[in-house]
């Protein structure tokens, strides 16, 4: 028998402002909705469990412990994996490694955040402080601001304009109409988006995600387990990281991209031997409708330049080229930090089961996930095959 | 120590290169430069990242330089509220080194092009804090 490792249940809490929860219901829904995911996978073949989170959200620290006991998976190992906002993705590729090794069979991956206890403001004060404190948070940095500085270079290098990006926020929430488990279930129309308030220009709070409550859980097991408590396992085909000097002032040009992903995606398309041309269906990291773009040229599903050529045709739009985001991505399902990679991951898995609903692409085999850590300084592209 | 001298806002005061903050106050536009490999770093860096030298000196910095990106800030995080709206950009130095900071109150968005000149200044925030920032030309 090869060695292959498959994702054998998925699931999430519903995202979006859930003051009816802690971060032990949270994550306890989203692990619930897994196991039962499975084919009576039972708790005890579960051989250890990694948690998923960004730190300074809620006042728990070294949450790992807290997760695994209340999901009563002691004494088999536990620890936190943190990598801002691709933490769940990169505890993904560290349960990989596990079974892959053949260190442990079975692998729980659980991602959590916590954000609407706090403001606004200290929020973005937090969220500030993924860049580098030492030389730009003492500006007043926040991740809109980081990544509305990207959206005018983008423009000016590519001709991209407002609409271009407003484009994107329709497109996503247009989709979120059908993701019961997504913060904001409806349509916005172009007008509301270019007319929302301007939080860092160019960007608008539409051209925003919300910050949110939530929690995923992916459940990893070698191909033996797979076979024996999956219905239809989903293959880890292809993985990459990459990584990106958090200053801005460390980094290469052009600021219309991340390095990480541009690497990570490299990785991914050569373990997994094929090209994006290959991909049916993707989840791409659309903290902000700008992000989505630079994720459209730094996966190679165009050139750069052609980025938003590609919004404006609607080749990304269901029936596409390339449907991206179709669950309503970041934007509208809401960007609870932690959690975001593995519900990514579990959007895919459901396509690649045939079991996308309204939003099912025909016949789908081959998926791909783009989640981001801050401002690009750490990527994950992972790949997917029925 | 010094350090906390730094920016609007600071959340480190303790580092290697913290008369930065000194110079700063002088009105002086300061680096760092490795006395093994000539590299000039700035904002300037205790030891030299690139060739691993630990040897630095301190090098006058020539502010001039052309807008790489920018973004007007309205919603502030918490501790800069009273300061928006305020201008980030990134800036390069003729030098070479790219630079983060704030255009100076009287700069406008409407001013502002990618690719424009600039020139980057040692500023006193108040009595205590310090920063630098950029100006247009």
């Known amino acids: 028998m090869t060695n292959r490792v498959a994702i054998i249940g998925v699931g999430q809490s519903s995202f979006g402002k859930r003051p009816d929860s802690s971060i032990r219901d949270l994550t306890f829904e989203a692990f619930h909705e897994a196991i039962e995911d499975t084919k009576n996978l039972e708790r005890d073949e579960i051989d250890a469990s990694l948690v998923a989170s960004s730190s300074g959200y809620d006042k728990q620290r070294s949450p790992a412990a807290v997760i695994a006991g209340y999901l009563e998976l002691n004494p088999q190992p536990t620890f936190l994996t943190e990598a801002a906002c691709a933490s769940s993705t990169v505890a993904l590729r560290t349960a990989w490694s596990f079974v892959k090794s053949g260190l442990h069979d079975v692998v729980a991956v659980i991602g959590y955040q916590k954000m609407t206890d706090m403001t606004s403001e200290a929020i973005q004060e937090v969220m500030g402080r993924a860049g580098d404190v030492m030389f730009e948070s003492p500006f007043g940095t926040s991740m809109p601001a980081y990544y509305a500085m990207f959206a005018r270079a983008h423009m000016d290098a590519y001709g991209t304009t407002e609409e271009d990006l407003a484009k994107v926020s329709v497109k996503n929430h247009y989709y979120s109409q059908y993701n019961p488990k997504a913060m904001f279930q409806k349509e916005f129309t172009l007008e509301k988006v270019l007319s929302s308030r301007v939080i860092a220009s160019p960007l608008k709070s539409l051209d925003c995600c919300a910050n949110s409550d939530g929690a995923s859980c992916l459940i990893v097991a070698n191909e033996a387990k797979a076979k024996k408590f999956a219905e239809q396992p989903v293959w880890i085909k292809g993985l990459g990281l990459g990584s990106t000097a958090m200053s801005l002032a460390s980094r290469n040009p052009p600021f219309t991209g991340f390095e990480s992903a541009k690497e990570a995606a490299r990785q991914a398309y050569a373990m997994a031997s094929i090209k994006p041309t290959d991909i049916d269906v993707a989840e791409v990291h659309d903290c902000f409708t700008i992000a989505e773009l630079i994720a459209y040229g730094d996966l190679e599903f165009c050139k750069r330049e052609d980025s938003p050529k590609m919004i404006r045709n609607e080749e990304t739009h269901l029936g596409g080229r390339i449907p991206v985001n179709i669950d309503g991505g970041l934007l509208s399902k809401g960007h609870p930090v932690g959690a975001t990679g593995g519900s990514q991951i579990r959007t895919l898995v459901h396509q690649l089961r045939g079991e996308g609903g309204k939003m099912q692409v025909d016949g789908a085999k081959i998926a791909l996930g783009h989640n981001v850590g801050g401002i690009g300084m750490y990527t994950n592209v992972t790949i997917l095959e029925a | ?137």
């Open chain 2, 1 to 137: 120590m010094g350090f906390e001298r730094f920016g609007f806002v600071s959340y480190v005061s303790q580092a290697k290169i913290g008369e930065f903050t000194e110079y700063l106050k002088n009105n002086q536009l300061m680096g760092t430069k490795c006395k093994k490999c000539g590299k000039v770093y700035f904002p300037p860096r205790g030891d030299c990242t690139s060739c691993l030298g630990e040897e630095i000196e301190w090098v006058e910095i020539q502010g001039e330089g052309k807008l790489v990106t920018f973004t007007q800030v309205n919603f502030a995080p918490t501790g800069f509220q009273k300061d928006v709206p305020y201008i980030l950009a990134l800036g390069q130095l003729n030098s070479g080194q790219y630079v983060f900071a704030r255009f100076s109150k009287d700069v406008s968005l409407e001013q502002l092009k990618i690719g424009m000149a600039l020139q980057l200044v040692p500023c006193k925030i108040d009595e205590e804090r310090v920063t630098y920032e950029f100006q247009v030309l």
